[in-house]
């Protein structure tokens, strides 16, 4: 398994503002993944970001509105841009440790936009 | 198309008695198939898959292709077993999700 953390655990923002989760993994992992996750519901996948080529993202989802970043290895940055109250949920980034399909969460960030 | 069907949003039994959660699937070829467990405030983990043939915390899980199914089962429920319970899909190096079960074990 891996160690997985996420910054910031939970934030409230304005709407019109954007705000940078971070997903840290204490080894080096070839695919990650973002998702969202409403309370009690089930994960949608925004993108997977695989190191050295541009995320892949899912249909409904924008590089204009969810840029992602991913400069090693070990880490990636989801932005939410532009926020609106729509965008309040539970961000969970995850890793594919060995190209077996088995992933593994971090721990999420409850975001809540004013 | 590939898809996660769990028929359940909630399910909830007593202690002690059998569990059932049913999760049916939609895929052309040989399915990979996750359980995955989320316990109140932790976070999303891996509770079994369908080629490791594993029992963890007493739950099995068997591919019945004929009927498309890969259901998860525990002979007697226990109050740790509380939590939400979502089935996953392999396709194109990604999982799809069912919708998730969220399992209640009444004392």
């Known amino acids: 398994s891996a160690v997985i953390s996420q910054k910031p655990s939970r934030d409230i923002c304005q709407r019109g503002t954007s705000l940078t989760i971070q997903c840290q993994v204490d080894?080096?992992?070839?695919?990650m993944f973002w998702y969202r996750q409403q309370p009690g519901q089930s994960l949608t996948l925004i993108a997977t970001a695989n190191q050295g080529s541009e995320a892949t993202y899912e249909s409904g989802f924008v590089i204009d509105k969810f840029p992602i970043s991913r400069p090693n290895l070990t880490f990636s940055t989801l932005t939410v841009s532009n926020m609106s109250p729509e965008d309040s949920s539970i961000y969970l980034c995850?890793?594919?440790?060995?190209?077996?399909?088995?992933?593994?969460f971090g721990p999420g960030t409850r975001l809540t936009v004013t | 198309a590939q898809r996660v069907t769990q028929p359940e949003k909630l399910l909830s039994v007593f202690k002690g008695a059998p569990v059932e959660l049913k999760c049916n699937y939609s895929y052309s070829g040989s399915p990979e198939l996750f359980w995955y467990v989320q316990y109140s405030r932790q976070r999303l983990q891996l509770l079994l898959r369908?080629?490791?043939?594993?029992s963890i915390k007493g739950f099995t899980a068997d591919l019945n292709k004929g009927e498309t199914s890969f259901h998860l089962k525990k002979p007697f429920a226990q109050e740790e077993d509380s939590a939400m319970y979502y089935c996953?899909?392999?396709?194109?190096?990604?999982?799809?999700w069912g919708a998730g079960t969220k399992l209640i074990i009444k004392p």
């Open positions: 996953a899909l392999v396709s194109n190096y990604q999982l799809i």
């Open positions: 369908h080629i490791s043939r594993e």
């Open positions: 080894s080096q992992v070839t695919m």
């Open positions: 995850s890793v594919d440790l060995q190209g077996s399909y088995e992933q593994y």
